[in-house]
């Protein structure tokens, strides 16, 4: 069960360090600030496929939409990249995100490699 709360806990503060990115580009680009929220609400909202473990799919989903997210990251901090046309700086909130995402991963994996039949893991 404490896998689980954990791995629950890195969605949910990658989600409110999302939405608090929001709040502070949100004024200077709309579009950023935009996928913040969405990123920050969609990361918030997994929450519950997680705590109510509502199968494996669910957790493949989010496994595979943060891994989207961490590749924008990547992608936006090389010069001319397709996405923004410039670089990005490397800050401690951007570290900060991408570690508890990295966690996230790492936690929803070890939940899937426990329960190889998809069993509830709060069995365990």
Known sequence: ????????GCTL?????????????IGNNLSVGIFFIVAGIAQIFWIL??????GRLWIYVGIGGTVILII????TRFPD??????????NSMGIAIEVFQIAFIVLCSLIITRNPRGKDVTTK
């Not at 496929?49 to 509502?54: A, E, F, H, M, Q």
């Open 13 to 25: 503060i990658a989600g409110i360090l999302h939405l608090y990115l929001a709040s502070n580009v």
């Open 72 to 75: 924008i990251w990547i992608i």
């Open 1 to 8: 069960m404490l896998l689980v709360y954990a791995t629950a």
């Open 81 to 90: 990249n397709p996405i923004i046309g410039r670089d990005l700086p490397v």
């Open 49 to 54: 496929p997680i705590l109510r473990t509502w």
